[in-house]
């Protein structure tokens, strides 16, 4: 699984787009990136996942760039409730799925 | 649908003792996996079945062992629980490689 890094915390104006950042440098070319969110206390929640080409759902996008080194999480108009840990995992072909430290994003009113 | 059902939610147990943690899930998942999370840490990949009759360690996995019981039943069992074991404890499933994860509520175990 590819190693990713990503800020500890963040913070977007409620009605704002929030950008998450995350580096994948290590990336192999048959790894997707997929984005969880952990809200307080509870399980994860998966957000969206992509290999190449960008993706959009109806939760968020996720921007990768071309040489696959990088990659965006967009939700479009934050809300309160997007308030979580997110994070960005690069997950391989053994079915397993490791989780990093993720990015703590908090929305301000 | 009830996804992914753990149980129980809350357990304390005494330093020794030993118990297991139930997972079960309805949506004919192949893999499943046992996680563990630390206050103000991120999960840790304790074991995961990547299918029926199939079982593998993770980053944590001294002190647990893993059954898959089924298709949708697979356990976690601590023999000789210690303090360090204290942590939320989570259950997941998915269809298989390159899918996404479902996962359950958590199970809160305290090891005093």
């Known amino acids: 699984d590819a190693k990713t890094t990503q800020p500890p915390s963040m913070d977007c104006a409620e009605g704002r787009a929030a950008n998450l950042p995350c580096n994948h440098s290590t990336i192999s070319g048959n790894e997707y990136v997929y984005w969880y969110r952990q809200i307080h206390s509870q399980g994860p929640q998966y957000i969206i996942h992509?290999?190449?080409n960008n993706e959009t759902n109806e939760m968020a996008s996720l921007i990768i760039t071309e040489d696959r080194k990088s990659s965006t999480l967009i939700l479009p108009h934050a809300t309160l409730r997007d308030t979580a840990v997110y994070y960005c995992i690069g997950d391989s072909s053994a079915s397993k799925i490791i989780f990093g430290s993720g990015t703590r994003l908090s929305i301000r009113p | 649908n009830a996804g992914v059902t753990q149980t129980p939610k809350f357990q304390v147990l005494k330093t020794g003792q030993s118990m297991t943690l139930q997972c079960a899930q309805d949506?004919?998942?192949?893999?499943m996996y046992w996680y563990r999370q630390d206050p103000g840490m991120g999960l840790r990949l304790i074991y995961y079945?990547?299918?029926?009759?199939?079982?593998d360690k993770g980053e944590v996995p001294n002190g647990y062992n893993v059954s898959r019981l089924n298709k949708r039943e697979f356990s976690l069992r601590l023999e000789s629980a210690a303090p360090s074991q204290t942590s939320v404890y989570f259950c997941a499933s998915s269809e298989g490689e390159f899918t996404e994860a479902f996962f359950g509520q958590g199970t809160r175990l305290t090891v005093v």
């Open positions: 992509g290999l190449k």
């Open positions: 949506m004919n998942h192949n893999s």
């Open positions: 079945s990547a299918s029926e009759g199939t079982t």
